[in-house]
Each structure stands twice: as C-alpha cells, then as structure tokens.
C-alpha cells in the first residue's frame, strides 16, 4: 500500500537548534517528493520538489535532501518564524499522497 | 499578482442544504484539483480536472460534484449526501495534468456544518 510517514509528529527547538524532519515513503513509482509549508487557517506553501535519489535544493534556513526511501527536511538555526507544519507528499503518475505533517515549534 | 482564490473563507451549512465552494486560478494551469484536510489526516483528494470539460473522481468524492467549464475555475459543491463535510476544503491547480507536477494551494475555505 502506498504510504507516507512523517516524523516526529511535532517538534519543539530553541531558536537556533538546528533539527531535521523525516519524510518516509512508499510511493510505487514516485516522480516526485514535495515539501509545504503550512500555516493555521491556511493554504499549503509550495518549498521544494525533488524528483531523483541524491538531489538537495535549499532556500534559506531549509535544505531537503532525497534518498530512494525517504527525505529529509533539515532546518539551520531556526527562527520563531519557521514554526508551522511542515507537510510532505509523494507524487507518481496517477497519484499525489500527503503524510500527515510535522507540527514545528521554535521558542525565542 | 498571479494566483489561486478560494470564497468564502468561512462557510456555514445546515443539514439538508447543498453548497458550492469557489475556486479561480489565474496562472494558466491546465490541471485543478480538491483536497479536504481534516485534523490527524494527510490532505484527501475529492476531484481533479485535467482539461476542461473534463474531471474525475478522487478517493473520497462521494457527496460531492464539481464542473470545470472554464478553464481558470473548478468550483466544488458539497451535497446534502456528504455525510461529514465539517472540514478545511483547499483547491489546488499544477501546469500540466497529474500528480508529479508540483501543485499550487489556494488559501482554503473552512465549511462548518450547523
């Protein structure tokens, strides 16, 4: 059954404590591995997609990284302003599925 | 500024009524598609469009339509069939159809059922 796990389910730093967030999947035939962000009450913010084992891309204090089971989302001296939930969702041609979100707090 | 619009922000139903969910993208994209998001569950797809004039069934669309005659809207009714439709609805769209394009949110529309 195609699954997508993402832990832990929510994560509390100081700011400034760097962490990661895992994304555990398995799609068959996954094209695609998406990050978002989402804030309360609203829609989910676009971050990444990376499409094959070995890929980073970063865009200021994330870095997502994919191997063939799973993707990480790491986070560099967080900031109060990074908390939100951090969703992740595996794409293959006939489908998109989401985990359920990493609940992300950063304290000052 | 570029991009996709969900009305109204708060939607409130009684039993027994139908409501229609509005969904308008101006980014070109051929691909529109319906989640609902509930608390503890990943987002759930309802219905997805391709092209216009054309939509099929996500896992969950029981209780609900949709039509997609223009290409920038793909508005989502829920009917008095949806036995649950308390939930956070979010309408996406991609640039081409299917699902290893990366999609595009919109800022949702949170229906209560009275």
Known sequence: EDQVTQSPEALRLQEGESSSLNCSYTVSGLRGLFWYRQDPGKGPEFLFTLYSAGEEKEKERLKATLTKKESFLHITAPKPEDSATYLCGGGATNKLIFGTGTLLAVQP | ?????????????????????????????????????????????????????????????????????????????????????????????????????????GPGTRLTVL
Not at chain 2, 16 to 29: D, R, W
Not at chain 2, 68 to 75: A, D, L, N, Y
């Open chain 2, 1 to 105: 500024d570029g991009g996709i619009t969900q009305s109204p922000k708060y939607l409130f139903r009684k039993e027994g009524q139908n409501v229609t969910l509005s969904c308008e993208q101006n980014l070109n994209h051929d691909a529109m598609y319906w989640y609902r998001q509930d608390p503890g569950q990943g987002l759930r797809l309802i219905y997805y469009s391709q092209i216009v004039n054309d939509f099929q069934k996500g896992d969950i669309a029981e209780g609900y339509s949709v039509s997609r005659e223009k290409k920038e809207s793909f508005p989502l009714t829920v009917t008095s069939a949806q036995k649950n439709p308390t939930a956070f609805y979010l309408c996406a769209s991609s640039i081409s159809p299917g699902f290893t394009d990366t999609q595009y949110f």
